[in-house]
């Protein structure tokens, strides 16, 4: 039966590797080649395309890690685990934090508030995304301060034969404690802003009515295609932390497999699966996707 399991999970992993890879490959490439033929990039473009690349870079990284403590883990040495983590704390961060500015972008170009703090910050959206980023940089630097102090203990308490009891306390709560702080503030933000926009679609859909107009006019498409980006976000994201939360716990509790995969699975569910949404939910790339569907058509209709 675990063994099924393994099976099933393994194979689950592997797919949900390959869809992330080639779907946020796939906004890279139509955002770049865009870029070339127009000499500019829009900032939601922009923030996607970063975004597709930290993915790219999160995914590798989980599955090189699933790799290593599955089947192969004297791969994980103590210079290669301290390399992974960097590069995971980083690319991480960074697909946590552009998603957020993305959240925030959507929200001050879609929603309408007569607040003049709101107005102000409309028209000035993409300077507060570059400030949200800019700002997030912080925290990154406050990450991988406490990573680079949480490697020396590990590296003095083998020097000093501390008990792996202690030792493997200390590295639970130290990284519960961080993985918390650094995330909790990026989900807020977004859980700020799909509220916002929820708030702004109701005044929205309230003054259609009143002015006994429909209510699918295309400023109501937009917002629910905005909320749909951003409440797929959280619902991912709330996944994505609980999982994380499971594998560490793993740390300080005895060593089970089939706990390992399943989290792993939950991992890449979420730069996978909200990479998908961001491709449907983007009418460029939604186009591009059925574009190069359309084509793959004809060419295996060409090959029978």
């Given amino acids: 039966m675990i063994n099924l399991l393994q099976k099933l999970f393994s194979m689950l992993i592997m797919i949900e590797f390959v869809l992330g890879n080639v779907a946020n490959g796939f906004i890279v490439l139509v955002n770049c080649i865009d870029w070339v ?81 709101f107005l102000h910050l409309k028209r000035r959206a993409e300077r507060v ?3 949200v980023l800019w700002g997030s940089l912080f925290i990154l ?3 991988l301060t406490v990573l680079s102090i949480n490697q020396k203990m590990e590296m003095n308490d083998y020097g000093r034969n501390i008990t792996w009891k202690n030792n493997l306390e200390i590295m639970y709560h130290l990284n519960m404690t961080v993985l918390t702080l650094t995330n909790i503030i990026p989900f807020i933000m977004s859980l700020t802003a799909f509220l916002l926009l929820i708030f702004s679609l109701w005044k929205h859909l309230k003054r259609m009515q009143l002015s006994g107009k429909g209510t699918q006019d295309p400023s109501t498409k937009v917002h629910v295609r905005a909320m749909q980006t951003v409440i797929s976000f959280l619902l991912l994201f709330v996944i994505y932390f609980l999982a994380q939360i499971i594998q560490i716990w793993t740390f300080i509790t005895p060593k089970n497999d089939s706990v390992l995969m399943l989290c792993e699975v939950l991992r890449i569910l979420h730069p996978s699966a909200h990479s998908l949404i961001l491709i449907w939910g983007n009418k460029t790339l939604r186009q591009a996707f059925l574009s190069f569907l359309w084509q793959l058509t004809c060419w295996l209709k060409e090959k029978k």
């Fill in 37 to 117: 033929k127009r000499h500019k990039i829009s900032c939601a473009d922009g923030i996607l395309t970063a975004l597709a690349v930290s993915r790219i870079v999160l995914l590798w990284v989980i599955i090189f890690y699933w790799y290593a403590m599955m089947f192969n883990p004297a791969l994980y040495s103590l210079k290669v685990q301290t390399i992974i983590g960097i590069t995971w704390v980083i690319s991480n961060h960074f697909s946590l934090w552009l998603v957020t500015s993305l959240s925030i972008f959507y929200l001050l170009k879609i929603a309408n508030f007569s607040c003049l703090l």
């Fill in 129 to 131: 995304v570059l400030m």
């Fill in 141 to 143: 630097v406050c990450h």
